[in-house]
């Protein structure tokens, strides 16, 4: 069995913060945020938690494949951001739709959630244990970022993009993950536990931090490898994509891929300049908006690949 993109969806805060906005907060400028990721501004919310973000990414990605929440049987919500412990965003997400014949549950992988999110929606297809999906990627990483911090406070964004997938007859593509995590501590964000029955302190919110350059570097190296790796496994070439549609994390990364890739910058779509990094979201958000522009046409073959902390990274390859 293979997947069908049947509808996309996206949504993001109303509350634009420009690069001017957050150097009235720590010490920067417009001019080196944008030169150095592309970011202009980005997305935070006024409060609402992944859970609202994703519901409505979900709902609209119903709404444009025509498909009814009770005919979705798995939902898969990759962030690192979930409102809560327990229960998971994707069971948020489940109540808040009405999908009440699906299984749920969150997958974390940082920045690559949304990938492997699709990936395993896709092996399930294969296997025939479920036939239509509802695929999320969501973060608010305003929540987990130290706003004092300019290293990477400037960096992030909210938001969340899903698909509605179903499961066709005919040969799946091969797809490609990996993660390292021996590297780990070059992305680290503490969660709550802690050893507080030994210390009788009660927990406290640990941020983002990064290796900046280490990320940089890891991402410039692995994406052309595993877009490779899903290339050469599928038995085609670069020619025959239509879009590459990597993670947004920086316009930097993206021109230095392309550049090792041997491919025109205009095979890579980017929007990281209104939205900033929206981890898990990024490349879904970015699909949606590809999508509802009219850009993708039946028949166009793309490349989605993703990395993030972990390390994580993989490759998912689509027919429109
Ligand atoms: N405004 C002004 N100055 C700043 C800011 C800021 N927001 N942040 C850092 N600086 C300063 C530093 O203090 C440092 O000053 P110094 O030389 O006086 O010590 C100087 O700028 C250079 O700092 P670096 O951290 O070395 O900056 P770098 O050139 O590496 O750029 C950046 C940082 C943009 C994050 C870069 O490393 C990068 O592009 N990394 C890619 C990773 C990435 O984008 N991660 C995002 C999330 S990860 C993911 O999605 C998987």
Redesign the pocket.
């Known amino acids: 069995m293979k997947m069908r993109i049947l509808g996309t969806g996206s949504y993001v805060p109303e509350r634009i913060v420009t690069n001017d906005d957050?150097a009235q907060i720590?010490?920067?400028?417009d001019e080196?945020?944008s030169t150095?990721?592309g970011i202009r501004e980005r997305r935070i919310t006024e409060g609402e938690g992944t859970s609202h973000l994703a519901a409505e990414a979900a709902r609209r990605a119903l709404d444009m494949a025509g498909v009814a929440p009770e005919e979705i049987d798995l939902i898969l919500l990759g962030t690192s951001t979930p409102d809560n412990c327990f229960p998971s965003g994707a069971c948020e997400v489940q109540g808040a739709v009405g999908a009440v014949n699906a299984v749920a549950y969150d997958i974390s992988a940082?920045?690559s959630g949304f990938i492997f999110a699709l990936n395993t929606a896709q092996a399930f297809f294969e296997a025939g244990i479920y036939k239509k999906a509802l695929i999320i990627g969501c973060d608010v990483l305003s929540k987990i970022v130290d706003w004092e911090d300019?290293?990477?406070?400037?960096?992030?964004g909210d938001g969340a993009g899903a698909v509605v997938a179903a499961a066709e007859e005919g040969d799946g593509f091969r797809m490609v993950m990996g993660s390292d995590g021996s590297r780990g501590a070059s992305?680290t964000c503490p969660s709550r536990t802690n050893d507080n029955f030994l210390t009788g302190k009660k927990p406290e919110a640990g941020f983002t931090s990064?290796?900046?350059?280490e990320?940089?570097k890891f991402?410039v190296k692995k994406v052309p490898e595993c877009t490779g790796k899903l290339l050469e496994e599928n038995g085609l070439s670069k020619e025959d994509i239509r879009y590459f549609v990597l993670?947004q994390?920086?316009y930097?990364?993206v021109e230095a891929i392309a550049k090792r890739m041997k491919l025109p910058i205009d095979r890579f779509p980017m929007n990281i300049e209104k939205y900033g990094?929206t981890?898990g979201a990024?490349i879904p958000i970015l699909l949606d908006e590809l999508n509802r522009e009219g850009k993708l046409e039946k028949g166009d073959r793309i490349v989605l690949s993703g990395?993030?902390?972990g390390l994580t990274w993989g490759a998912s390859l689509i027919q429109w």
Do not use: D, K, P
Not at 26 to 29: N, P
């Open positions: 957050l720590v010490e920067t400028s080196w945020i150095r990721t940082a920045c300019r290293s990477t406070c400037v960096l992030f992305m990064m290796e900046g350059q990320i940089f991402a993670h994390a920086n930097r990364i990094n981890s990024t990395f993030g902390a």
